[in-house]
């Protein structure tokens, strides 16, 4: 069974998550690392457990998620995987150096996340889930054997991610919730890109966003296909 480690990294506070199970094959997911410590914060973790790298994996392309990218497919000599829709976004990630976010270059995607529905780690399969709102090409990781979810930034504990950045909607969100994560069962566990982890079970208690779409009081029907191209 897959386990996971979680590095909190950058000055946003980004989850980056290292999956890996008894052969020692491991996925680094949104590799947040920007500096140099953090850098080797990562290596140490993969080095003192003994862990061999086989691709890096975003669930989305902004910034925070990406910035560390490019170190890791050079330390490991390993593929990149991000949906296709992402890669205008990660492109502006220049734009934040101001903010303390050195990403130079930008990396070369590999693997489209738009045209994968499971990877192989180990005796494990990552199922992708299309969860476009956040940002257009935004993936869920879903790992059944373990019952855990890597939402990205689209779904948080008791909250959901934002939506006013360029590529995003709130009814596309929301509807990638109710139709991608809650099917999943209560005892799914979540872990999202900021923050502490939940449950399936738990937000749909007490996620306020999640409970008004439930009840009926918004419409969350999105207009969704226009972000799947």
Known sequence: ??????????????????????????????????????????VSFIEKNGLRPVMAINTHGHVDHICGVEFVKRQWRIPFALHRNEKPIMETAHCYADMGFDVDPIPTVDI??????????????????????????????????????LTGDLLFKESIGRTDLPGGSYPTLMESII?????????????????????????????????????????????RTTHEN
């Open 1 to 42: 069974m897959l386990k996971l480690a979680t590095l909190t990294f950058n000055p946003f506070g980004e989850n980056t998550y290292v999956l890996f199970d008894e052969t020692k094959q491991c996925v680094i997911v949104d590799a947040g690392c920007s500096t140099e410590q953090e850098r080797q914060t990562l």
């Open 112 to 149: 489209d996340l738009a045209d994968t529905e499971t990877i192989p780690v180990g005796n494990s399969t990552l199922r992708i889930l299309q969860t476009p709102g956040h940002s257009p090409g935004h993936v869920a990781i879903h790992v059944p054997d373990a019952e855990l979810l």
């Open 179 to 223: 139709s991608q994560v809650i099917p999943l069962g209560g005892d799914t566990r979540i872990f999202p890109g900021h923050g502490p982890g939940s449950t399936v079970a738990h937000e749909v208690m007490f996620n306020p966003f999640i409970v008004e779409a439930l009840r009926g009081d918004v419409n969350y029907k999105s207009d």
